[in-house]
């Protein structure tokens, strides 16, 4: 089966796990980025960021100021511009790949404006969700509702041989929000993209609080500052381990920024740690929660869309509302002081991770679906 995989970038590892598991499974994986060199910075080497010149790209930076204002830069694809740009460009990829099947991650443009391939999504997201967020101070205001963008994002919903989900919250969305029949999407789920050495398992915890999110701000990064002044009140050997790509100036004493790190270094954080926390006020689906889960760590999170899906409160960890620095000091504070409880959340997470998610489990799930549709296909071409 070649399979052609649409996509527009790393996705926080999703395209290279993505990838390998189905490459695993003996799928010929073709890649396409629709979006490649229609960023408004080209990043040559390791210098510092350009700007990109390009007609089609001047036109793209013009169209999301006119939509976005200030905001363009967070929403330069989300215009109708850049769907149909992009679809265009989709469209040529597949003619020169000539694959059997077509998956597309997540839906800014379409497989072709006219697709002549069966096509498959994997989501994440919608944008219907993104609506509805709340303003939140730091971030960029929630994506504005477009009736026209809608009907593209809906057509190429509808026209999908298959959607392939992360979660239930999205498979909700596209029955609620675009009409979709449910009996068409597969919430397929996804894994960590860091995953534990069995040396790795078992070492010493030490008193500390793991937080991974590499954009500070919409990750809660601020409240869990607050929050850990207050748990030191109580914890006074607590420390702190931010990984992140940038953090306040300031921090409270106890509090370390170790910035992005390689897998050695963020896995010996998450197999030495004592709680991992993400007080995230938006969440597409939290791949840095199934690596913690993982590594046999507790979870302090937010209980926003898909995280509850990942995360049993009470038995993997806590849930609290998002932007409560004491909310998520009380839940982290109730494992630093019982390290047995603690231990035992972190087991019970690690099994909800190898017996529920994995790139392969979800890999095999979307090839149960993307074969037998090829095979019915090629067989009546046959007749």
Same mark, same amino acid.
């Given at each position: 089966?070649?399979?052609?995989?649409?996509?527009?970038?790393?996705?926080?590892?999703?395209?290279?796990?993505?990838?390998?598991?189905?490459?695993?499974?003996?799928?010929?994986?073709?890649?396409?980025?629709?979006?490649?060199?229609?960023?408004?910075?080209?990043?040559?080497?390791?210098?510092?960021?350009?700007?990109?010149?390009?007609?089609?790209?001047?036109?793209?930076?013009?169209?999301?100021?006119?939509?976005?204002?200030?905001?363009?830069?967070?929403?330069?694809?989300?215009?109708?511009?850049?769907?149909?740009?992009?679809?265009?460009?989709?469209?040529?990829?597949?003619?020169?790949?000539?694959?059997?099947?077509?998956?597309?991650?997540?839906?800014?443009?379409?497989?072709?404006?006219?697709?002549?391939?069966?096509?498959?999504?994997?989501?994440?997201?919608?944008?219907?969700?993104?609506?509805?967020?709340?303003?939140?101070?730091?971030?960029?205001?929630?994506?504005?509702?477009?009736?026209?963008?809608?009907?593209?994002?809906?057509?190429?919903?509808?026209?999908?041989?298959?959607?392939?989900?992360?979660?239930?919250?999205?498979?909700?969305?596209?029955?609620?929000?675009?009409?979709?029949?449910?009996?068409?999407?597969? *919430?397929?789920?996804?894994?960590?993209?860091?995953?534990?050495?069995?040396?790795?398992?078992?070492?010493?915890?030490?008193?500390?609080?793991?937080?991974?999110?590499?954009?500070?701000?919409?990750?809660?990064?601020?409240?869990?500052?607050?929050?850990?002044?207050?748990?030191?009140?109580?914890?006074?050997?607590?420390?702190?381990?931010?990984?992140?790509?940038?953090?306040?100036?300031?921090?409270?004493?106890?509090?370390?920024?170790?910035?992005?790190?390689?897998?050695?270094?963020?896995?010996?954080?998450?197999?030495?740690?004592? *709680?991992?926390?993400?007080?995230?006020?938006?969440?597409?689906?939290?791949?840095?929660?199934?690596?913690?889960?993982?590594?046999?760590?507790?979870? *302090?999170?937010?209980?926003?869309?898909?995280?509850?899906?990942?995360?049993?409160?009470?038995?993997?960890?806590?849930?609290?509302?998002?932007?409560?620095?004491?909310?998520?000091?009380?839940?982290?504070?109730?494992?630093?002081?019982?390290?047995?409880?603690?231990?035992?959340?972190?087991?019970?997470?690690?099994?909800?991770?190898?017996?529920?998610?994995?790139?392969?489990?979800?890999?095999?799930?979307?090839?149960?679906?993307?074969?037998?549709?090829?095979?019915?296909?090629?067989?009546?071409?046959?007749?």
């Amino acid at each position: 089966m070649r399979l052609l995989y649409l996509h527009y970038g790393p996705q926080s590892g999703v395209t290279a796990s993505t990838s390998a598991a189905l490459s695993a499974a003996g799928v010929d994986v073709v890649h396409a980025n629709p979006a490649a060199g229609f960023l408004y910075q080209l990043r040559p080497g390791h210098r510092l960021p350009l700007p990109n010149a390009r007609p089609a790209v001047l036109r793209g930076v013009a169209e999301a100021v006119r939509a976005h204002g200030r905001s363009w830069k967070a929403y330069y694809l989300h215009t109708l511009f850049a769907f149909d740009h992009l679809s265009e460009r989709a469209g040529e990829a597949i003619r020169r790949a000539r694959p059997d099947a077509v998956l597309q991650a997540g839906v800014l443009f379409a497989p072709g404006r006219w697709p002549e391939v069966p096509y498959h999504l994997y989501l994440d997201h919608t944008w219907a969700i993104a609506e509805r967020y709340l303003p939140a101070p730091g971030l960029p205001p929630p994506v504005p509702y477009d009736p026209a963008w809608r009907a593209r994002e809906q057509a190429v919903y509808r026209g999908a041989a298959a959607i392939f989900t992360m979660s239930e919250v999205v498979r909700s969305s596209l029955r609620d929000d675009y009409g979709v029949d449910p009996e068409r999407v597969h *919430v397929v789920g996804a894994g960590p993209n860091v995953e534990p050495e069995p040396s790795e398992l078992g070492l010493a915890r030490d008193p500390a609080i793991l937080f991974v999110g590499k954009n500070f701000v919409p990750k809660g990064g601020p409240a869990l500052l607050e929050a850990f002044e207050r748990i030191r009140r109580d914890h006074p050997s607590a420390r702190l381990h931010l990984v992140s790509s940038s953090a306040p100036a300031a921090l409270p004493e106890g509090a370390t920024f170790h910035g992005l790190l390689g897998r050695e270094g963020l896995a010996r954080l998450y197999a030495t740690a004592s *709680v991992f926390a993400l007080p995230t006020l938006r969440e597409a689906f939290g791949l840095v929660l199934l690596e913690a889960m993982a590594f046999a760590l507790p979870v *302090v999170a937010s209980r926003i869309e898909s995280i509850p899906e990942i995360v049993q409160d009470g038995e993997t960890g806590h849930l609290v509302a998002p932007a409560d620095p004491a909310a998520l000091a009380r839940g982290i504070s109730e494992l630093l002081a019982d390290p047995g409880r603690a231990r035992r959340m972190g087991a019970a997470g690690r099994a909800r991770v190898v017996a529920r998610f994995g790139w392969d489990r979800a890999a095999a799930r979307m090839l149960e679906v993307m074969r037998p549709r090829r095979s019915a296909g090629t067989a009546a071409r046959a007749g």
